[in-house]
């Protein structure tokens, strides 16, 4: 892999910001697609953080410098991964649901879905069901994602699948769930359509549920 990428990933981890911006727009220079980029820096970075801070090796502050440091190479890369890669791969409407305020995960897979050329409608966190029920109605998505990073707050995502079954919503979108504590016999249980443990199965779970 290219000096390059390996210093973005490795600046990434370190959470410097301005490293990783001016090191993401030293490589489109060198010629490297968005694409790479993010994947072989940007998420490779992100992935070691995931795997130390699982190992206990990071702690939350270096987990949140790391995530900014993320957005900071995303904002280079988003005009050109918008206009460069896939032109529409669908649409989704995401949220961290009511009661739950963790977005690091929604975040990452919100860019990493956008990246994949997927148009996104954030909700934000702390979601009602309501407002869920709202955006798949006003917006029209052909996917709605749900993260909950609480065992606490795992029954909103029954919950909204509900709220949208009686709103006769729930056969014009798929549902795809995913958080630390959510798995795939969880979201069998709710009768979701699709689960993805991490950001880069949550792509691979929305592109085969677009067909
Ligand atoms: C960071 C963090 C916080 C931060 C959140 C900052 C933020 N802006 O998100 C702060 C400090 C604010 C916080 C607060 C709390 N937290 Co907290 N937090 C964490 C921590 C350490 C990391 C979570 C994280 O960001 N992981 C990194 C991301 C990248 O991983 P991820 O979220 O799992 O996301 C990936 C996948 O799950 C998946 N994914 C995620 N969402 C989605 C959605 C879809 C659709 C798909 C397909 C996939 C997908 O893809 C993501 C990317 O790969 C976890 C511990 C842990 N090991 O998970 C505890 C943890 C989740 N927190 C916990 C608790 C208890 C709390 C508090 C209640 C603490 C308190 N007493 O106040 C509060 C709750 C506040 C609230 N109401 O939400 C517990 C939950 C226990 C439980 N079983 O319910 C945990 C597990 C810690 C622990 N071991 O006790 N927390």
Known sequence: MSEILQKIASNLYKGDREAVAELAQEALDQGLSPGEILADGLMAGMDRVGRDFKAGDLYVP?????AR???AGMDVLKPLLSEAEVPSAGKIVIGTVKGDLHD????LVAMMMEGAGFEIVDLGTGVPPEQFVEAVEGEKPDLLGMSALLTTTMPMMRTTIEALEQAGLRDRVKVIVGGAPVTQTWADEIGADGFG????SAVDVARSLMG
Request: charge should be negative; avoid cysteine; aromatic fraction near 0%.
């Open 104 to 107: 690091i995960g929604k975040n």
């Open 62 to 66: 270096e987990v949140l410098l790391a």
């Open 197 to 200: 443990s991490d950001a880069a």
């Open 69 to 71: 440091a993320m957005h």
